[in-house]
């Protein structure tokens, strides 16, 4: 009984190591496909806000998102645009940007 029950848990060991260790192969797959999908998503911005000053010359184009949306706000910076403060919209509040057609950013 005593040496089915040691079998057992040596079992159980392995099987929780190949747990842990494909979780953290899974966890690192998926870093690197959200690092990916972030790079992307700002190369996109990076051109609509080319094409919004280029062919259809936009003055300026304005970018708005929650206070907390660290990510967005983080993406909107990367691309020039300059936070200019506070606003409320449908009851809540948000902060916006705004990037000026020949500002230090603008891709023409």
Same mark, same amino acid.
């Given at each position: 009984?005593?040496i ?7 079992? =159980?060991?392995? #099987? ?14 998926? @870093?690197q496909? #959200? !690092?990916? !999908?972030? =790079?992307q ?5 990076? !051109?609509v806000?080319?094409d919004?000053f280029?062919?259809? @010359?936009?003055?300026?184009i ?8 660290? /990510? ?5 910076e990367? #691309? ?7 606003? #409320? ?9 705004s =990037?000026? !057609?020949?500002?230090? /950013?603008?891709? /023409?």
């Amino acid at each position: 009984m005593t040496i089915w029950l040691i079998v057992l848990l040596v079992i =159980l060991t392995v #099987c929780w190591y190949e747990i842990l260790k494909t979780r953290e192969l899974v966890m690192k797959r998926c @870093q690197q496909v #959200c !690092a990916e !999908a972030q =790079l992307q998503f700002l190369d996109q911005t990076v !051109a609509v806000i080319a094409d919004g000053f280029g062919r259809v @010359q936009l003055p300026r184009i304005l970018s708005w998102t929650l206070p907390h949306n660290a /990510a967005s706000r983080r993406v909107m910076e990367k #691309c020039g645009l300059e936070l200019h403060g506070t606003t #409320c919209w449908k009851g809540v509040e948000h902060v916006w940007y705004s =990037l000026t !057609a020949g500002g230090p /950013a603008d891709p /023409a």
